[in-house]
C-alpha cells in the first residue's frame, strides 16, 4: 500500500509545475489583453491607471473558470509525456502496475480541479465580475453604479400564459419598496385586475400595495376600489433578493443564484433558453478538467517518445477544437436546433468520448 501513494505523490509532484504555468500562461494572456482596452478607457476618462489594474485582476477569477481546463490539459500532456520520455512510465509498468493504476493520479487531480472549478463559477466569478462592473462605471460616469432600479417589468407565468405583471417605475432594495406601480393581473389571456399604487412594500415574506384603485374587469360591468393597503398579498414568486438580481447578467450570478433566476423566467421562451444554457455551462466547462486529464492522460502514455513541444502544440490544438465546439453547440442551442442541456455538454461528450475510447485502447 506504501509504493502506491509514493507513486500517487511522484505523479502529483509532477503535475504542479506545468498546470501552474499554464494557470498563469492563458490567464496572463487576457488579462493583459483587457488592461489594453481598460487603460484606453481610463486614459480617456481621466481615471487613475491602477484602477484599470484593479479591474483587469478582478478579471482573473472569470478567466480562471475557462482556463483552468486548459492548464489541467497541458499539465497532464507535459507531466505525463515528460515520465513517458524518459521511460518512466515503462518502469512503473514493469513493477506490475497497469495503466489505469498509471493515469489514476492524473485523474485524481482533474477531479480536484473540477470541484474547484464548480467552487470559481459559483462564488468566486459571479462576485467578482459584478465588482468589475460597478468599479467599471464607477470610472467611465464618476459616479458609483445606483442602487435604485428604474422602469422594472415583472412577468410571472404559470403553465406557459401570462398570469399578471408588475411595472413600477422605482424600486429601492434598501427599503424594499416599489414606487408608482402598475399590477395587471390576467385570466385566459385577458385582463381580470388593474391596480394602481403609489408604493408596494415587502412585509410579512409577501408584497402589499399602498395608496392605490383596483379595477376589476368582468363581461359586464366594472369595479372600482380605493385603498389605502390592500388586504390580500400581490400574488407573484418574485422577493427583493430577486428583484435586486434581475438586471444582473449570468456570468454575475452563481450556479444555484441562476437557477433560481431560471424558475422566475418559466414559460418566456427564447430568453429562458439563454439562461438554461448558460446555467449548465457553468456546470458544464469546469467537467471539461477532469475529460482533459482523461484525454491528456491516455495520449501522454500513448507516446512514449513524445516530448513537450508536442505536448503544449497538441494542448493548444485540443483546447482550440474544444471551444470551437463549445461556440457552435451554444449558437445552435439559443437557435433551438440542440436542447439546452446537449448544447451545454456537446463537446464534452466529444472530446470525453475520445478520451475513454483511447483510454480503454491503452489499457487492453
Not at 417605475?169 to 419598496?177: A, G, M, N, V
Request: glycine content about 8%; aromatic content about 12%.
Amino acid at each position: 500500500m506504501k509504493h502506491y501513494s509514493i507513486l500517487d505523490r511522484y505523479v502529483l509532484k509532477e503535475l504542479y509545475p506545468p498546470f501552474l504555468f499554464g494557470v498563469a500562461a492563458f490567464a496572463g494572456i487576457f488579462i493583459a489583453a483587457d488592461l489594453v482596452y481598460l487603460a484606453r478607457v481610463a486614459v480617456s476618462v481621466g481615471a487613475p491607471f491602477l484602477l484599470a489594474i484593479e479591474l483587469s485582476l478582478m478579471k482573473f477569477p472569470q478567466m480562471l473558470t475557462y482556463t483552468l481546463p486548459m492548464a489541467t490539459l497541458m499539465g497532464v500532456l507535459l507531466a505525463l509525456g515528460k515520465l513517458s520520455q524518459s521511460s518512466e512510465i515503462i518502469a512503473i509498468q514493469a513493477c506490475g502496475q497497469g495503466f489505469w493504476r498509471t493515469i489514476r493520479p492524473a485523474i485524481i487531480f482533474g477531479f480536484i480541479v473540477t470541484l474547484f472549478g464548480l467552487f470559481v463559477n459559483d462564488v468566486l466569478a459571479p462576485a467578482a465580475s459584478y465588482r468589475y462592473e460597478k468599479l467599471f462605471y464607477q470610472m467611465v460616469n464618476n459616479n458609483p453604479l445606483p442602487r435604485i432600479k428604474r422602469n422594472l417589468i415583472l412577468p410571472d407565468y404559470e403553465g406557459g400564459k401570462l398570469k399578471n405583471i408588475i411595472y413600477a417605475e422605482e424600486f429601492d432594495p434598501d427599503s424594499q419598496t416599489f414606487y408608482n406601480v402598475s399590477y395587471f393581473e390576467y385570466e385566459n389571456g385577458k385582463p381580470k385586475i388593474t391596480t394602481q399604487a403609489e408604493r408596494m412594500i415587502w412585509t410579512d415574506e409577501a408584497w402589499y400595495l399602498e395608496e392605490g384603485q383596483t379595477i376589476n374587469h368582468n363581461s359586464t360591468t366594472t369595479t372600482e376600489i380605493t385603498f389605502n393597503r390592500s388586504i390580500q398579498p400581490v400574488p407573484t414568486r418574485y422577493k427583493p433578493n430577486d428583484v435586486i438580481v434581475i438586471d444582473k447578467k449570468p456570468e454575475q450570478m452563481g450556479i444555484r443564484e441562476l437557477k433560481r433566476h431560471i424558475n422566475l423566467y418559466q414559460g418566456q421562451g427564447e430568453k429562458l433558453r439563454k439562461l438554461e444554457i448558460d446555467w449548465h455551462q457553468k456546470i458544464a466547462i469546469p467537467f471539461a478538467s477532469l475529460i482533459f486529464a482523461l484525454l491528456g492522460a491516455a495520449l501522454a502514455v500513448s507516446s512514449p517518445r513524445s516530448g513537450s513541444a508536442r505536448g503544449f502544440g497538441l494542448s493548444i490544438a485540443i483546447v482550440f477544437i474544444y471551444y470551437v465546439l463549445l461556440t457552435l453547440s451554444s449558437v445552435l442551442g439559443e437557435g433551438g436546433s440542440l436542447p439546452p442541456l446537449l448544447a451545454a455538454w456537446t463537446q464534452n461528450i466529444i472530446v470525453g468520448t475520445w478520451g475513454i475510447w483511447l483510454a480503454i485502447k491503452r489499457g487492453r
